[in-house]
């Protein structure tokens, strides 16, 4: 059974720092392009960046770009989102996505991230 | 960016009978390995998303047959046969053809 599990969210001010963590498991993990989608609250759904499967090919949306770092670990079935300079508007839900064919099959649960002061 | 424009915004459907979504792409989702790459997802309240269907009629396992897409190039369509009680939340269709991936901005099915 395919899994991913996110970790790492939490409550951070405008400018702070936050590393989010993706456990998958029940699927080779070396083999998939793994994404980051995130939901504002009540609001759509936004890619915000994925990698391909040996780590060597990232892609970001605009508004994240020199801010998020996407990377993985491939023995450790792990992929992590590197967000820095935060913003009040980078306040969502976080998902760990798998891409099949360019298309997301499976989803983890979210974490949520909230920029405040 | 690839616009994905979903209609309409709010379904509200009598149990059993059928409901249609659209989507629009500001391109054509026709890629380069001859697929076309339109998904559809549904949310429920609380939850993550699940993937109906993909490259436009394909459905995943264990959803029901009466989720039924299609369309082409710019123009898609989720059909609901007859709906029931589960199928209340938020749909959205979302392209993968293009990097960024982009979604609609989701159309809310309620029961009447």
């Known amino acids: 059974e395919v899994q991913l599990v996110e970790s790492g969210g939490g409550s951070v001010q405008p400018g702070g720092s936050l590393r989010l963590s993706c456990v998958a498991s029940g699927f080779s993990f070396s083999n998939y392009w793994m994404h980051w989608v995130r939901q504002a609250p009540g609001k759509g759904l936004v890619c915000v960046s994925r990698?391909?499967?040996?780590?060597?090919?990232?892609n970001y949306v605009d508004s994240v770009k020199g801010r998020f770092t996407i990377s993985r670990d491939n023995a450790k079935k792990m992929v992590y989102l590197e967000m820095n300079s935060l913003r009040v508007e980078d306040t969502a839900m976080y998902f760990c996505?798998?891409?099949?064919?360019?298309?997301?099959?499976?989803w983890g649960q979210g974490i949520l991230v909230t920029v405040s002061s | 960016d690839v616009v994905m424009t979903q209609s309409p915004l709010s379904l509200p459907v009598t149990l059993g009978q059928p409901a249609s979504i659209s989507c629009r792409s500001s391109q054509s989702l026709l890629y380069s390995d001859g697929n076309t790459h339109l998904s559809w997802f549904h949310q429920r309240p609380g939850q993550s998303p699940r993937r109906l269907i993909y490259k436009v009629s394909n459905r995943d396992s264990g959803v029901p047959d009466r989720f039924i897409g299609s369309g082409s190039g710019t123009d898609f369509t989720l059909n609901i046969s007859r709906v029931e009680a589960e199928d209340v939340g938020l749909y959205y269709c979302?392209?993968?053809?293009?990097?960024?991936?982009?979604f609609g901005q989701g159309t809310r099915l309620e029961i009447k």
């Open positions: 996505a798998r891409d099949s064919s360019w298309s997301i099959d499976y």
């Open positions: 979302m392209q993968g053809a293009y990097w960024p991936y982009t």
């Open positions: 990698i391909n499967g040996d780590g060597s090919n990232m």
